[in-house]
C-alpha cells in the first residue's frame, strides 16, 4: 500500500466502507451471503480495487482454472493450507467473476483497506482469466481440465487455450502452472509456457491407473486431435472425455511425466473426476510444503462444497445434489450415480435442465450427453426446470434406443418436482438431483432456506 496515492487511498476506503455496509444490510436482513454486489458497487467506486487488495497478499495469489471442478479443488486445497497453518482468503460461495473476487477480498479487508492473509485461493471462470491474471498476478495457477461448456458464451476450447496462452505467457518468471497432464490442449499449453520468453514452472498432476479407463470413448468430447500437428491422437486408454494415455503417431507430442502417483492418493467424494480435483490440490499443496500426514488428514475428513456431491438431509431423507452444467459433467454424473444403482441404491433420480444466464442458454448439449446409460439401468427420473420438455425428449429418445425399465416423472415446477422425488424415493436411498447452476440454487434454497446474492 505504500505506493498508494492520497486521492486513490481515500477513493479505496470509500469503496471498501460502501461495500461493507452493503454486505452488512444483506445478511442482518438474511437476504444472501452477499457474494457479488458489494463488489459490483466497490469496482464501481475504485476501477484498480482488485489489484490493490490482492497484492498485499503475503505469500501470493492461487488461482483456480477450468470447467469443471473449480469450487471442489479451491475448497479442498484451503483445508490442506489451514490444516498446515497458513491463513487463506478464498471465494468459498463460487463466485468466480471479477465482482465476485473483489467481493471475497473486501470480505478480509479492514475498513482502512488492509487486508492480511498468507495466500489467496481465488477459483476464476475461464472466460475472465485474461481479464484478472495482470491485476492478480498469482504465484500459482491450477488448470484442472477444459470442455465444452456454455457455447453461447464462451466459445470452442481452443479459443479459450488461446487466450490462456497469450496471458500466462505475459507474467513473471516465478508463476508456476499446476496443469492436468491428461488434458491434451492443457499439455500443449504447458510445453508451450516452458519455452516462452519469459519461461514458467510447470507441474503435471493426472492418474496412472489403468483399471479407471472408460470402456469406449464417450460421445462427447473435444481434443481428441494432436495440438502441435492435428493428426488424430492414440490412446492406451481414456479416464474422462479426452483425457487420459495419449500420444500422437506423427509428431513427438505425447502426455508427459507426472508429478503425483495418482495410485498412492485416495480421492474425496465420488466419481472419477473428483479424483483429478484430489491430485491437483495435493500437487499443489506439496509444492508449497504441506506434508503427506495433513493432507491425508483433510482428504479423509473432507466434506463436499454446497452443490458439488454435496449431502444433506431434508424431511428425514438423504439428498445429494450433483452440480452439472456440459456433456462432460453429466457423462461422469450418470457414472457415478450408476455406480451406486449397481450397488442396490439411488433408485429415483432429479434432473433439473434451466437456460438462464449462469446456465448457459444453449441447451442442445444435452444431446451429447450419452443418456443412453442411465435410462438403461433402470429407476425413476423426475424431470423438470425451465426446458423440462427439452430434457423429457432426450431421455424418451434414449428409452426407444436401449429399452429399459427406467420410469419419467415430468413435472415442470421445481419445488412440485423435488417434493414428489422425495416421495418417490425409499427411506434407505439417498435422492439424487442433477440440476444445471441456476436450478442447483433454487433446490439448495428450498433444502436449506438460503439463497446466495
Given at each position: 500500500?505504500?505506493?498508494?496515492?492520497?486521492?486513490?487511498?481515500?477513493?479505496?476506503?470509500?469503496?471498501?466502507?460502501?461495500?461493507?455496509?452493503?454486505?452488512?444490510?444483506?445478511?442482518?436482513?438474511?437476504?444472501?451471503?452477499?457474494?457479488?454486489?458489494?463488489?459490483?458497487?466497490?469496482?464501481?467506486?475504485?476501477?484498480?480495487?482488485?489489484?490493490?487488495?490482492?497484492?498485499?497478499?503475503?505469500?501470493?495469489v492461487i488461482v483456480v482454472a477450468g470447467t469443471n471442478g473449480k469450487t471442489t479443488t479451491s475448497l479442498?486445497?484451503?483445508?490442506?493450507?489451514?490444516?498446515?497453518?497458513?491463513?487463506?482468503?478464498?471465494?468459498?460461495?463460487?463466485?468466480?467473476?471479477?465482482?465476485?473476487?473483489?467481493?471475497?477480498?473486501?470480505?478480509?479487508?479492514?475498513?482502512?483497506?488492509?487486508?492480511?492473509?498468507?495466500?489467496?485461493?481465488?477459483?476464476?471462470?475461464?472466460?475472465?482469466?485474461?481479464?484478472?491474471?495482470?491485476?492478480?498476478?498469482?504465484?500459482?495457477?491450477?488448470?484442472?481440465?477444459?470442455?465444452?461448456?456454455?457455447?453461447?458464451?464462451?466459445?470452442?476450447?481452443?479459443?479459450?487455450?488461446?487466450?490462456?496462452?497469450?496471458?500466462?505467457?505475459?507474467?513473471?518468471?516465478?508463476?508456476?502452472?499446476?496443469?492436468?497432464?491428461?488434458?491434451?490442449?492443457?499439455?500443449?499449453?504447458?510445453?508451450?509456457?516452458?519455452?516462452?520468453?519469459?519461461?514458467?514452472?510447470?507441474?503435471?498432476?493426472?492418474?496412472?491407473?489403468?483399471?479407471?479407463?472408460?470402456?469406449?470413448?464417450?460421445?462427447?468430447?473435444?481434443?481428441?486431435?494432436?495440438?502441435?500437428?492435428?493428426?488424430?491422437?492414440?490412446?492406451?486408454?481414456?479416464?474422462?472425455?479426452?483425457?487420459?494415455?495419449?500420444?500422437?503417431?506423427?509428431?513427438?507430442?505425447?502426455?508427459?511425466?507426472?508429478?503425483?502417483?495418482?495410485?498412492?492418493?485416495?480421492?474425496?467424494?465420488?466419481?472419477?473426476?473428483?479424483?483429478?480435483?484430489?491430485?491437483?490440490?495435493?500437487?499443489?499443496?506439496?509444492?508449497?510444503?504441506?506434508?503427506?500426514?495433513?493432507?491425508?488428514?483433510?482428504?479423509?475428513?473432507?466434506?463436499?462444497?454446497?452443490?458439488?456431491?454435496?449431502?444433506?438431509?431434508?424431511?428425514?431423507?438423504?439428498?445429494?445434489?450433483?452440480?452439472?452444467?456440459?456433456?462432460?459433467?453429466?457423462?461422469?454424473?450418470?457414472?457415478?450415480?450408476?455406480?451406486?444403482?449397481?450397488?442396490?441404491?439411488?433408485?429415483?433420480?432429479?434432473?433439473?435442465?434451466?437456460?438462464?444466464?449462469?446456465?448457459?442458454?444453449?441447451?442442445?448439449?444435452?444431446?451429447?450427453?450419452?443418456?443412453?446409460?442411465?435410462?438403461?439401468?433402470?429407476?425413476?427420473?423426475?424431470?423438470?426446470?425451465?426446458?423440462?420438455?427439452?430434457?423429457?425428449?432426450?431421455?424418451?429418445?434414449?428409452?426407444?434406443?436401449?429399452?429399459?425399465?427406467?420410469?419419467?416423472?415430468?413435472?415442470?415446477?421445481?419445488?412440485?418436482?423435488?417434493?414428489?422425488?422425495?416421495?418417490?424415493?425409499?427411506?434407505?436411498?439417498?435422492?439424487?438431483?442433477?440440476?444445471?447452476?441456476?436450478?442447483?440454487?433454487?433446490?439448495?434454497?428450498?433444502?436449506?432456506?438460503r439463497k446466495i446474492l
Open positions: 500500500m505504500a505506493n498508494i496515492s492520497p486521492i486513490d487511498r481515500v477513493r479505496l476506503g470509500a469503496a471498501v466502507f460502501a461495500a461493507k455496509a452493503i454486505t452488512a444490510s444483506i445478511r442482518t436482513l438474511k437476504l444472501g451471503a452477499a457474494s457479488v454486489l458489494p463488489g459490483t458497487i466497490a469496482k464501481n467506486l475504485h476501477p484498480r480495487i482488485l489489484s490493490l487488495l490482492s497484492q498485499q497478499i503475503k505469500h501470493g479442498l486445497l484451503r483445508a490442506m493450507l489451514e490444516k498446515d497453518g497458513w491463513t487463506v482468503v478464498h471465494n468459498e460461495a463460487g463466485a468466480n467473476l471479477v465482482n465476485g473476487l473483489i467481493t471475497t477480498l473486501l470480505d478480509r479487508t479492514s475498513l482502512t483497506g488492509i487486508l492480511k492473509a498468507d495466500f489467496g485461493i481465488l477459483e476464476v471462470d475461464e472466460n475472465v482469466i485474461p481479464l484478472v491474471l495482470p491485476q492478480l498476478q498469482p504465484k500459482f495457477i491450477m488448470t484442472l481440465n477444459l470442455f465444452r461448456d456454455q457455447l453461447d458464451r464462451y466459445g470452442e476450447v481452443d479459443t479459450i487455450v488461446y487466450k490462456w496462452a497469450k496471458t500466462i505467457a505475459a507474467l513473471p518468471a516465478g508463476t508456476t502452472l499446476i496443469s492436468n497432464g491428461d488434458d491434451p490442449a492443457l499439455t500443449h499449453l504447458g510445453q508451450q509456457l516452458v519455452h516462452a520468453e519469459i519461461p514458467k514452472q510447470i507441474k503435471y498432476f493426472g492418474l496412472s491407473e489403468p483399471d479407471l479407463y472408460l470402456d469406449e470413448i464417450p460421445h462427447a468430447v473435444d481434443s481428441i486431435h494432436c495440438p502441435s500437428c492435428g493428426t488424430a491422437l492414440t490412446y492406451k486408454g481414456v479416464y474422462l472425455s479426452h483425457q487420459g494415455d495419449f500420444d500422437c503417431p506423427k509428431c513427438d507430442f505425447t502426455k508427459q511425466p507426472l508429478s503425483i502417483d495418482s495410485s498412492k492418493w485416495p480421492q474425496v467424494l465420488i466419481g472419477v473426476y473428483n479424483k483429478y480435483n484430489t491430485l491437483a490440490a495435493i500437487t499443489t499443496a506439496q509444492s508449497i510444503g504441506v506434508s503427506t500426514e495433513k493432507m491425508l488428514d483433510v482428504i479423509n475428513n473432507f466434506q463436499a462444497a454446497f452443490g458439488r456431491a454435496e449431502e444433506l438431509v431434508y424431511q428425514g431423507k438423504k439428498v445429494r445434489i450433483l452440480l452439472t452444467k456440459n456433456p462432460v459433467g453429466m457423462n461422469e454424473t450418470i457414472r457415478a450415480v450408476n455406480q451406486v444403482k449397481k450397488a442396490g441404491g439411488g433408485s429415483v433420480t432429479l434432473m433439473i435442465l434451466n437456460d438462464r444466464t449462469p446456465d448457459g442458454t444453449d441447451v442442445s448439449w444435452i444431446w451429447d450427453v450419452d443418456t443412453e446409460k442411465f435410462v438403461n439401468q433402470g429407476g425413476t427420473i423426475v424431470v423438470s426446470g425451465d426446458r423440462v420438455y427439452d430434457m423429457a425428449l432426450r431421455l424418451e429418445y434414449s428409452k426407444e434406443q436401449v429399452g429399459g425399465g427406467c420410469q419419467l416423472v415430468v413435472e415442470p415446477d421445481t419445488a412440485k418436482a423435488l417434493a414428489k422425488a422425495l416421495e418417490l424415493s425409499p427411506a434407505t436411498e439417498t435422492l439424487h438431483i442433477v440440476p444445471t447452476y441456476s436450478a442447483m440454487l433454487e433446490v439448495r434454497e428450498i433444502l436449506t432456506g
